[in-house]
């Protein structure tokens, strides 16, 4: 069982910048179609950014220009760089794998962003 360990949340003021980091097992990640998604209190989760085998990248109207999604296959590693950040940028994050997205058992723990002053 593939598991991703998201890190890298925090408190940040509105207009700072955080790192986030996901951190896949298993020998397969370069192959998958990644993703990462949002959950803000009393919402629905949210798919963020794409980011494909090729490094090919897709992101939400919300954060185009500000988010930029990457990923480190030797390392196993997905990221998401996240600029200028809001108050509606608060949310738990998490990444998957796109496919699994409707799995209820595929999902980490999330790593929890506060933007607020």
């Known amino acids: 069982q593939v598991q991703f360990v998201e890190s890298g949340g925090g408190l940040v003021q509105p207009g700072g910048s955080l790192r986030l980091s996901c951190a896949a097992s298993?020998?397969?990640?370069?192959?998958?179609?990644m993703g990462w998604y949002r959950q803000a209190p009393g919402k629905q989760r949210e798919l963020v950014a794409t980011?494909?085998?090729?490094?090919?990248?897709t992101y939400a109207d919300s954060v185009k220009g500000r988010f930029t999604i990457s990923r480190d296959n030797a390392k196993n590693t997905l990221y998401l760089q996240m600029n200028s950040l809001k108050p509606d940028d608060t949310a738990v994050y998490y990444c998957n794998r796109k496919i699994w997205e409707t799995d209820a058992n595929s999902w980490g723990r999330g790593t929890q962003v506060t933007v607020s002053s």
């Open positions: 298993g020998s397969a990640f370069r192959f998958y179609m």
């Open positions: 980011i494909t085998s090729a490094s090919g990248t």
